[in-house]
């Protein structure tokens, strides 16, 4: 839907926890001119090589943006050179090393003027503009994942009518696939999302539409079959923005958090959860674990705010709403801590959010984007109450650089009983999550990841302690 017309209709129609954190407005960290207007999607990775996370963001009738980090959360507007001085109705971003050059790329999807952009990293955070390699068609999401196994990858558009997949052939060139991978269906797609429900190792699809969400199995080799009536069924009328996913309950296994809006009357605006019982078969949760909401979602984002090791929630509305801070008691149960955790500042028209370390002091910091406002840049401040032991004295890992395998040696007594194992990326983005009980040693399966730089980090309730390692390829 078009976004000045959604608008339109939408104006007409006590938890125990280790550490407590407050956000603070680092909006002036920001670049004031790259920041206003209508900023639909934001996307983070290293882009020129430094080692911070940088920002891309996709702008609805505007120029796309990127933002160079200067390591301490300080941003700087690179985009001239870089992205060409066009004006299309961009809404949502893929980052992914296209070429095989070793430098992030970038694909933005745009919806009314149906012209996606396609930028190749040259090195360093230098692009070139190849959109000329997109077809043109009417899109509002897009992901980049290795759909056939061949290593290169590949690009799912989520559309107004039927989705699509493109093949790469490992130079940057893609080869539309639909008609052999993907079921012929013609929704209103806002949202696709990578994730493996029926842990088989692949990647399924959790599809976010505007009247009817889908659940699509892989089988294996990038063809998905639409099994959403025995899997995600539901009699509830409701109309979905994004989706996003983590193990909310502790099982092991990615459950499913649909945001939620009403754009028309009849629309159920709950947001929703649905707990995965390790199949890929759902179960809807939410009258039971989310408190209740009558706010247009665009955006949620899972992260651990309050250092318990258990996923909450950062939730985003419009209309001038605060977001919302939900805290997991661990049982996937959410309760509302907003207003401990966020200064007025964080409300407006919000319609993206993103949690990343943006000024490398170890915290969770949230960037939001707005529609019709400027964004907002917020630094956490987290008083720990756990100990934060060296590194040295905590736990060894071997060998570093890895591969497929990272050995992982427990050498505090303060690590001991149920250790949580976390990897991240330079972004602060959570790769890998598990527990540990009563081990000294652990095998840590890498095979997932990407060449690049991890931290590893493990934590009790009363100790912490974090190392970097590298992926070779």
Not at 256 to 264: E, G, H, K, Q
Not at 394 to 415: G, H, M, Q, R, W
Request: proline content about 3%; aromatic content about 10%.
């Amino acid at each position: 839907m078009n976004k000045a017309n959604l608008f339109l209709c939408l104006l007409l129609g006590n938890v125990s926890v280790f550490s407590q954190t407050v956000f603070s407005n680092a909006t002036s960290h920001l670049p004031p001119g790259a920041i206003g207007g209508n900023t639909m999607d934001i996307e983070v990775a290293d882009f020129n090589g430094d080692g911070y996370p940088d920002i891309v963001l996709a702008k609805e009738w505007q120029r796309n943006r990127i933002l160079f980090n200067d390591g301490a959360g300080n941003f700087t507007d690179a985009t001239i050179g870089r992205f060409t001085d066009v004006n299309h109705d961009s809404e949502d971003i893929a980052i992914a090393d296209f070429d095989g050059n070793g430098w992030l790329d970038v694909v933005f999807a745009s919806e009314d003027d149906s012209t996606h952009e396609f930028y190749l990293n040259t090195g360093s955070g230098n692009f070139t503009d190849v959109s000329s390699r997109l077809p043109q068609f009417v899109s509002n999401a897009v992901v980049a994942v290795d759909i056939n196994g061949d290593t290169y990858i590949d690009l799912i558009f989520g559309n107004d009518g039927q989705n699509r997949i493109f093949i790469n052939d490992g130079t940057g060139h893609f080869t539309d696939e639909t008609n052999t991978r993907m079921p012929l269906i013609n929704d209103v797609t806002q949202d696709i999302l990578l994730v493996d429900v029926d842990n088989d190792g692949d990647w399924d699809l959790a599809v976010g539409n505007e009247d009817g969400n889908r659940l699509l199995i892989n089988d294996g080799t990038g063809v998905f079959t639409d099994e959403t009536a025995t899997r995600l069924a539901t009699t509830i009328n409701m109309e979905s923005r994004k989706v996003s996913k983590a193990d909310v309950n502790g099982d092991g296994y990615d459950d499913l958090f649909f945001s939620n809006m009403a754009s028309v009357v009849g629309k159920d605006i709950q947001d929703r959860l649905y707990l995965n019982d390790g199949t890929g078969h759902f179960t809807d949760v939410t009258n039971t674990k989310l408190p209740p909401d009558g706010k247009h979602t665009f955006d949620a984002v899972f992260t651990d705010f309050n250092g318990d090791s258990k996923p909450d929630l950062t939730v985003v509305y419009t209309l001038n709403e605060m977001p919302s801070v939900l805290l997991n008691d661990g049982t996937g149960a959410f309760i509302d801590h907003t207003s401990s955790y966020l200064p007025i500042e964080t409300a407006g028209n919000n319609i993206a959010v993103y949690v990343a370390d943006f000024n490398n002091d170890g915290k969770d910091d949230i960037y939001i984007g707005r529609f019709q406002q400027g964004d907002g840049m917020f630094f956490s401040e987290m008083t720990m109450s756990v100990q934060q032991i060296e590194k040295n004295n905590a736990f060894s890992i071997y060998p570093n650089s890895t591969k497929n395998t990272l050995n992982v040696n427990l050498e505090s007594d303060c690590l001991s009983g149920t250790v949580q194992l976390t990897v991240s990326d330079i972004t602060g983005k959570t790769i890998i999550a598990q527990n540990s009980l009563n081990k000294k040693q652990v095998v840590l399966s890498t095979e997932t990841l990407t060449s690049g730089t991890y931290i590893l980090t493990l934590s009790t309730p009363h100790c912490k302690a974090s190392r970097k390692f590298i992926i070779k390829s």
